[in-house]
């Protein structure tokens, strides 16, 4: 069973930058790939980005592409998701996801083991 945990969450300006951390336990984090998604209220929970098991690949929902970044340190058994250029719309709890192999997929069916999520919130 594999455990999540993400902090780095908080309120920024709109323009800033935030840098989300995510720490997995209980499993070999090297074996996963791992996503991130945010669910802002009222909305459904959206895809944001992904890594896989090897960290050669990288994938972006468009409304991220340019001003996030995914990273992964697997000495640590962590994953990072560097948010720049923040807007309102950012706004969201945002939760990491991992899964046993390449994780090619975007979808929130495509992930087995979910973190508790953490709130980010852009201001005007």
């Known amino acids: 069973q594999v455990q999540l945990v993400e902090s780095g969450g908080g309120l920024v300006q709109a323009g800033g930058s935030l840098r989300l951390s995510c720490v997995a336990s209980?499993?070999?984090?090297?074996?996963?790939?791992m996503g991130w998604f945010r669910q802002a209220p009222g909305k459904v929970r959206e895809f944001v980005g992904s890594?896989?098991?090897?960290?050669?690949?990288?994938y972006y929902a468009d409304s991220v592409k340019d001003r996030f970044t995914i990273s992964r340190d697997d000495a640590k058994n962590t994953v990072y998701l560097q948010m720049d250029s923040l807007s309102p719309e950012d706004t969201a709890v945002y939760y990491c996801?991992?899964?046993?192999?390449?994780?090619?997929?975007?979808?929130?069916?495509?992930?087995?083991?979910w973190g508790q999520g953490t709130q980010v919130t852009v201001s005007s």
């Open positions: 996801a991992a899964v046993d192999g390449p994780g090619y997929g975007s979808g929130v069916h495509d992930f087995t083991y």
């Open positions: 209980g499993g070999t984090f090297s074996s996963y790939s």
């Open positions: 890594i896989t098991w090897t960290g050669y690949s990288t």
